[in-house]
C-alpha cells in the first residue's frame, strides 16, 4: 500500500473586526501580525489580543475564523497582560537577587500587580531592598527577553517545579486539570501560568516596587505567611511619574484621614470592625445627601418603607440569598422559640417583594417604586475592611420599582435622571456607563424569557441613546437573572469608582410569585428593577470625601459657617449671630476658644468649613459679620441678614435641578 503524503496547505482564515469590517489572512497568523498588516504604529501599541473573547498573547497562532480586538493600553485586558507579565519580570529579578525564593500567585490588579513570595528562612524583602529590584527589572527590560508559552503535562509540570523546591506551584499544579496546563518562560525564569503575556520583556519601560505586606499563602491564616510584594509599570517614564504625583496627592486625600480630622465617622474596636459609627458632623453630611435623594424621588413619585434589619432565614431561602450568603454570613440569629431563626439581611430585596404581596396588586398600580435607605449587612474578612470602601455593615440607598416589561424603557429613563441630578448637584461631571447584555451564544442559563429579555435589553441601549450617555455594552456580563446598567465615576484625581446602578431582575417575581392583574383582567408577572444612585451611603461618603478633599459644596458642607468672635467681650454677639443663621437653616457653630483670631482662622481653614465670620466691636455695633471665604477670599463686613439670604440663595441654586422625564 503506498502512503500518499500530502503536504497541507495553509488555508485562509476571516478574522473580523470590532467594527464588523473582515479580512483574510493566513492560517496561523498572530495578532501582531495582523496589527503590523495594518499599521506599524498600531503593531507599537497593542499589548494582548482578544480572540473570540478570550484575551490572548499577541504572539499565538490563530488557526480558523475568528473575531479579534487589538488590546492596547486603554483598553483594560491590555493594561492587565501589561501589568502580570510585570510581575513576571518581578519575579525573575526577585530569582536573580534572592537565589532560592519561591513563588506563590503572582497577578494584575486594577493598578498594577503583585507577587506573593516565600524569600526563605530569615530573609526579609524591605523597602531599601526595593530599588535593586526595580534596577535589576531594567536591566531585564533593556535585555528584551522573548516571553514564550508553552503546554505541559500536568506530569511534567509537577517533576518540574518540585525540582526546583516550588512547593507552593506544586500544590497549583496538583489543583488543575492535565491537557490544560501551560508554562511562560522569559530567560532563565520559568512560571506556571495560564497568560496572556507581552511578546517579550522590553515593553516595560518604568517600574516602581510600592510596598510589601505580609499574606497568608491562600489567604488561610494557619498556612505560612508569604510577602506580597505591589508594584506598578509603564511604557513611559513619564506616565509612571504622573501616577507617583497622583498618589502622594491620593494618600492626601484619604477618606480614613480626612474622615478622623473632620469628625466624620469612627470605628471602635468595642463595637466591632467594620462597623462604622457616624459621628455628629458625618451624619450631618449623610443626612443631607438622603434629605436631597428623598426630595428628588418623591417627585418622582417613589414611596419611601421601612422594614426589619433581620428577616426569617426562610425569607432568604425563597429568595436564593441563602445560598448565595449564608455560608458567608453572620451566624444565625436563634430565638427562646424552638427552631426559630433569623439572619442579618444580606439585601433589601426579598423584603420589599413581601410589601408587593401585602395586597393583591392591579395594572393600574404600576409602575410601584418602593425606596429604603436599607442597612444590610454581609461578611467580609478583617484582612479586607477598609475605611468606608469595605465594611460589614452599611446602607443602601436602596428602590425596587415593579412594572410591567413595557415600562422598563421609561423607569430606565427616569432612574438616569435622577442619577445625572446627583452627580451634578456633587460636582462629578466625569462619568462613564457599562451596559451588561446576555451571552448570544449561551442563552440557556438566563432565567426568564426570551421576548422579556430582548424589550429589556433594547430598552437599556435605547434609555442611554435617548440620554445622550455614551455606554460601553459588554456581552456576557449580565446576571442570570437580568441585564443592568452600570455607572463609573472619575474623582479629582482620574480614579474610576463604581457607583450606581440599575438592575432589571426576573428572578425575584419569579421566586416569589408576584402578580399582577392586567387590564385583560389576567394574572401577570411584573418585572423587578433594582437602583440604587450612590450605591451605598457609606462607599458613596467615602468617594465624596476624596474626590473634593472634604471640601464639600456649601449645600452638603457639615458645618456651613463658624463664627469667630475677636475677644471674650464679643462671645455673647457671636452666639447671636449662630442663632440667627440656624433660624434660617444655616448649620453654624461657634469658635469661642480663648485664642487669638488668626490662630482661629487657620484652624477653621483646616477644617475647610465654606464661611468664616469674624465678629467684633463694629460688627456687634451694626449687627454685621465680617466674611472670609474658605480659601482666603475676604468678602468685607456684611449686614447678618444680607449674609444669611445670600447662603440660603446659594444654596438653592446649587440644588436647583429640572426633571426631564
Ligand atoms: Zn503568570
Ligand atoms: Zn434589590
Not at 180 to 199: A, E, K, M, N, V
Not at 615 to 621: H, L, T
Request: proline share 5%.
Amino acid at each position: 500500500m503506498a502512503i500518499v503524503r500530502v503536504r497541507r496547505m495553509k488555508n485562509m482564515i476571516k478574522i473580523t473586526f470590532p467594527d464588523g469590517s473582515v479580512r483574510e489572512y493566513k492560517e496561523g497568523i498572530t495578532s501582531l501580525e495582523i496589527a503590523e498588516s495594518i499599521s506599524p504604529r498600531l503593531a507599537q501599541e497593542v499589548l494582548a489580543a482578544s480572540v473570540n473573547g478570550e484575551t490572548w498573547d499577541l504572539t499565538r497562532p490563530i488557526g480558523h475564523d475568528a473575531t479579534v480586538k487589538l488590546l492596547k493600553w486603554e483598553d483594560e485586558e491590555g493594561r492587565h497582560a501589561y501589568w502580570h507579565s510585570s510581575a513576571h519580570l518581578m519575579a525573575e529579578a526577585l530569582q536573580e537577587l534572592y537565589p532560592g525564593i519561591k513563588f506563590g500567585i503572582g497577578p494584575a490588579i486594577e493598578n498594577g500587580f503583585y507577587y506573593d513570595v516565600d524569600p526563605g528562612e530569615g530573609v526579609v524583602i524591605k523597602e531599601s531592598d526595593f530599588p535593586a529590584i526595580e534596577k535589576k527589572m531594567l536591566e531585564l527590560s533593556a535585555a528584551k527577553e522573548e516571553i514564550r508559552r508553552q503546554s505541559i503535562s500536568k506530569a511534567d509540570a509537577v517533576k518540574m517545579f518540585s525540582e526546583r523546591n516550588e512547593n507552593y506551584k506544586v500544590e497549583l499544579i496538583n489543583e488543575l486539570q492535565d491537557g490544560t496546563i501551560t508554562t511562560y518562560t522569559q530567560g532563565s525564569f520559568t512560571d506556571l501560568c495560564r497568560g496572556p503575556h507581552l511578546p517579550n520583556t522590553s515593553y516595560i519601560k518604568a517600574v516602581k516596587i510600592l510596598s510589601a505586606a505580609g499574606a497568608y499563602w491562600r489567604g488561610d491564616e494557619k498556612r505560612p505567611q508569604l510577602t506580597r510584594l505591589y508594584g506598578i509599570t509603564f511604557p513611559k517614564k513619564k506616565m509612571l511619574d504622573e501616577y507617583l504625583v497622583m498618589l502622594e496627592e491620593a494618600k492626601k486625600r484619604d477618606h480614613r484621614k480626612i474622615g478622623k480630622e473632620l469628625e466624620l465617622f469612627a470605628f471602635s474596636s468595642n463595637v466591632g470592625a467594620g462597623l462604622p459609627l457616624w459621628l455628629p458632623k458625618g451624619t450631618q453630611l449623610r443626612l443631607r445627601l438622603e434629605d436631597f435623594l428623598k426630595k428628588i424621588q418623591n417627585e418622582f413619585d417613589y414611596q419611601q418603607v421601612i422594614t426589619p434589619h433581620i428577616g426569617a432565614k426562610q425569607l432568604y431561602v425563597t429568595s436564593g440569598h441563602y445560598a448565595k450568603y449564608g455560608k458567608d454570613s453572620f451566624q444565625p440569629i436563634h430565638t427562646p422559640e424552638e427552631g426559630e431563626e433569623f439572619l442579618l439581611k444580606p439585601m433589601n430585596c426579598p423584603h420589599h417583594c413581601e410589601i408587593y404581596k401585602a395586597f393583591p396588586r392591579s395594572y393600574k398600580e404600576l409602575p410601584l417604586r418602593l425606596a429604603e435607605f436599607g442597612t444590610v449587612y454581609r461578611y467580609e474578612q478583617s484582612g479586607e475592611l477598609h475605611g468606608l470602601t469595605r465594611v460589614r455593615g452599611f446602607t443602601q440607598d436602596d428602590a425596587h420599582i415593579f412594572c410591567t416589561p413595557d415600562q422598563v424603557k421609561g423607569e430606565f429613563l427616569k432612574v438616569m435622571d435622577i442619577i445625572f441630578i446627583l452627580f451634578k448637584a456633587l460636582n462629578f461631571e466625569n462619568f462613564e456607563a457599562q451596559i451588561s447584555l446576555r451571552d448570544p451564544n449561551d442563552k440557556d442559563k438566563y432565567i426568564g424569557s426570551e421576548e422579556n429579555w430582548e424589550k429589556a435589553e433594547a430598552a437599556i441601549v435605547e434609555a442611554c441613546a435617548e440620554k445622550g450617555l455614551k455606554a460601553k455594552v459588554v456581552l456576557g456580563e449580565a446576571a442570570f437573572y437580568g441585564p443592568k446598567l452600570d455607572f463609573m465615576v472619575k474623582d479629582a484625581l482620574g480614579r474610576r469608582w463604581q457607583l450606581g446602578t440599575i438592575q432589571v431582575d426576573y428572578n425575584l417575581p419569579e421566586r416569589f410569585e408576584l402578580e399582577y392583574t392586567g387590564a385583560d383582567n389576567q394574572k401577570h408577572r411584573p418585572v423587578m428593577i433594582h437602583r440604587a444612585p450612590f450605591g451605598s451611603m457609606e462607599r458613596f461618603v467615602a468617594v465624596l470625601i476624596e474626590h473634593t478633599a472634604g471640601k464639600f459644596p456649601l449645600w452638603l458642607a457639615p458645618t456651613q459657617a463658624v463664627v469667630l468672635p475677636v475677644s471674650e467681650k464679643h462671645n455673647e454677639y457671636a452666639q447671636h449671630v449662630v442663632k440667627t443663621l440656624k433660624k434660617h437653616e444655616i448649620r453654624a457653630e461657634v469658635d469661642d476658644r480663648n485664642e487669638k483670631v488668626g490662630r482661629k482662622i487657620r484652624d477653621n481653614e483646616l477644617k475647610r468649613i465654606p464661611y468664616l465670620l469674624v465678629v467684633g466691636e463694629k460688627e456687634a455695633e451694626n449687627e454685621e459679620v465680617s466674611v472670609r471665604k474658605q480659601g482666603g477670599i475676604d468678602l468685607g463686613s456684611i449686614k447678618l441678614l444680607t449674609f444669611a439670604q445670600n447662603v440660603t440663595q446659594e444654596v438653592k441654586e446649587m440644588m436647583n435641578w429640572e426633571r426631564t422625564n
